[in-house]
């Protein structure tokens, strides 16, 4: 991507966007394009398309989407199946319209079987059942994959899909029941510490294991993935299964190859946040997908690894959280 190249960055303000903005400045891009929801609602066809056609990005970074941990997925299903299932194909339909060059759709690692084996590869996709605490969400980036491979088989579009392991860092959401584990775990520590509470209760039974990569890396990941040379980039965009007889998607897996169990992370972000109290765990809660663990040899392959360590990047999430709590 030249640096005078104009790119799109949707969903600028969250956890992926914000750090794919970040990374794009410290590279020296100077046509950055960004939208709040307030300014455009991604949701809304019309309002989509009349963005494209004034602004005419050239290049997609497809971040913005409906998020949230385990209660928010079960209490709202319809509104992530819904919403997220508009916002991708606006976005898709639209750069398509408007000539954009390249587009790198955002998803996660829950598009996987919920008993995928370990590690997951891409060519896992569709091959199992998926978790139901969050297969709406997960059925949504599942379709967003497949739009990016049918506009790249019939309009011969570059679209890429890119599926980051569970991701934490600067410009989380904490909410109190809206926020993924690790942000969640760094809430709850730190109000007990600050409560002198001599316990706290995370939920299930701390066995599932899983791999968690900090927001940064994957920003350089995904910019490292647009940047590739076109001799690099065009074997990612996977093949026609009707022709090669392959099932290759336009799919690459990000993510840091290990993983820790859920007591291992709660006893971590304890020790980072300076919470000295026990850590009990209800089993009377859901514990969600037993393992989740990317196969990223495909990234590997192609030159890129995560650099940042899990206790060095919750170091400086749990700074940001507790300048903001005050």
Same mark, same amino acid.
């Given at each position: 991507m030249d640096r005078s190249a104009r790119i799109f960055v949707a969903g600028h303000r969250g956890l992926v966007g914000s750090a794919i903005v970040r990374r794009l400045q410290a590279g020296g891009h100077t046509a950055l394009i960004t939208r709040s929801h307030a300014d455009? /609602?991604?949701? /809304? @066809?019309?309002?989509?398309?009349?963005?494209? /056609?004034?602004e005419r990005p050239e290049y997609v970074f497809l971040a913005a989407a409906k998020v949230g941990g385990i209660v928010a997925n079960n209490s709202r299903p319809a509104e992530f199946i819904r919403d997220n299932l508009?916002?991708?194909?606006?976005?898709?339909?639209?750069?398509? *319209? $408007?000539?954009?060059?390249?587009?790198?759709?955002?998803?996660?690692?829950?598009?996987?079987?919920?008993l995928a084996p370990q590690p997951m590869r891409e060519r896992d996709l569709l091959t199992g059942p998926l978790e139901p605490t969050n297969r709406p969400y997960a059925l949504a980036k599942i379709a967003g994959i497949e739009m990016c491979w049918s506009y790249n088989r019939q309009y011969g579009t570059r679209y890429l899909a890119a599926m980051p392991t569970n991701l934490y860092g600067r410009g989380d959401n904490y909410h109190p029941t809206q926020s993924h584990v690790?942000?969640?775990?760094?809430?709850?520590?730190?109000?007990?510490?600050?409560?002198? +509470?001599?316990?706290?209760?995370?939920?299930?039974?701390?066995?599932? *294991?899983?791999?968690?990569?900090?927001?940064?890396?994957?920003? /350089? $990941?995904?910019?490292?993935?647009?940047?590739?040379?076109? +001799?690099?980039?065009?074997?990612?965009?996977?093949?026609?299964?009707?022709?090669?007889?392959?099932?290759?998607?336009?799919?690459?897996?990000?993510?840091?190859?290990?993983?820790?169990?859920?007591? +291992?992370?709660?006893?971590?972000? @304890?020790e980072v946040v300076g919470y000295g109290g026990a850590i009990a765990y209800d089993r009377s809660k859901p514990d969600g997908t037993p393992r989740k663990l990317m196969d990223v040899g495909l990234l590997a392959a192609a030159g890129w690894q995560a650099r940042t360590p899990l206790r060095e990047g919750l170091k400086v999430a749990y700074e940001e959280f507790a300048r903001q709590a005050g």
């Open positions: 455009l /609602d991604l949701t /809304d @066809a019309q309002a989509t398309q009349a963005f494209f /056609d004034a508009a916002i991708q194909t606006h976005v898709i339909h639209a750069a398509w *319209r $408007a000539g954009v060059q390249r587009l790198l759709f955002l998803g996660s690692s829950c598009i996987y079987p919920r690790i942000p969640a775990l760094i809430r709850r520590f730190h109000e007990a510490k600050a409560r002198g +509470e001599p316990e706290v209760t995370v939920w299930g039974t701390g066995t599932p *294991r899983r791999e968690f990569l900090y927001s940064d890396d994957m920003a /350089d $990941a995904c910019v490292f993935l647009m940047g590739l040379p076109d +001799e690099r980039y065009t074997p990612l965009l996977g093949s026609d299964e009707s022709v090669s007889g392959r099932f290759e998607p336009p799919l690459v897996n990000i993510g840091v190859g290990n993983d820790l169990t859920i007591a +291992e992370l709660a006893a971590t972000v @304890a």
